[in-house]
């Protein structure tokens, strides 16, 4: 199946590091990759072609684990075989339940995010969705159609299933407004924003040296945030 000289190749690119063999080539996803092993009926994720080598062919409805616990290692008896994760388990596998995030007992998204901060995943064979809202469908049911998800813990990152609940584009409106209304600046417990921070961004604006989403990026709020500042509609009583 696979040539000693190959197999030689193989394992010029790993390095030894404590019991592990950490991969030193390619790298995609996370996974180590050697696309020539493709060519010989193997794998092109090096940590699964040396365990078809060693241990024979993965059976359907399986996939590989590290118990080292790093993604890098080719060691044959550091892997073992697992089923494959559902949905699910990768969802759960991407939450931070410390004790006392946010308002009290957020449950903080580690995964990837939309540009306007809310959660994102990828369910397997589906689109990418609000990681709230498929907490929501997970642990308390179908949203009916057109209806949206409310945070009143007000953190987009949270996923934490008491923490939501369902309403209309309506309800989110009135949500927002009668948490902010009265409240200007950095009293508002909504603000990632200094009064310093949005004389520099004012600045940034009426220079024009800068796009919007850049400016965003630098003070890690969302576009939008930089937009409102430029329209008057957030901060406008700070010149």
Known sequence: MISEKLLQRVWSRAEDLNDCKIWKGQVKSGAPIFSTLAKHGLSSDVAKAMYQVKKGSIPDGMTIAHSCKNRLCINVNH???????????????????????????????????????????????????????????????????????????????????????????????????????????????????????????????????????AIASMFKVTPTIISSIKKGKIWKHID
């Open 79 to 213: 892997i073992e075989l697992i089923p494959v994760p559902t949905s699910d388990d990768r969802f759960l596998s991407k939450i931070d339940k410390t004790p006392g995030l946010g308002t009290g007992d957020c449950w903080d998204w580690l995964g990837c995010c939309f540009s306007d901060g809310y959660s994102a995943f990828v369910p397997e064979h589906g689109k990418t969705v609000r990681a709230h809202r498929y907490s929501y469908e997970l642990f308390v049911g179908a949203i009916p159609e057109g209806m949206v998800i409310l945070h009143f813990c007000d953190r987009p990152t949270c996923v934490n299933p008491k923490h939501l609940s369902i309403g209309t584009g309506f309800d989110n409106m009135q949500d927002m407004v009668k948490k902010v209304r009265g409240m200007q600046g950095e009293r508002c417990h909504l603000s990632k924003l200094t009064k310093a921070d949005v004389i520099r961004i004012k600045k940034f604006l009426k220079e024009g040296v800068m796009t919007q989403v």
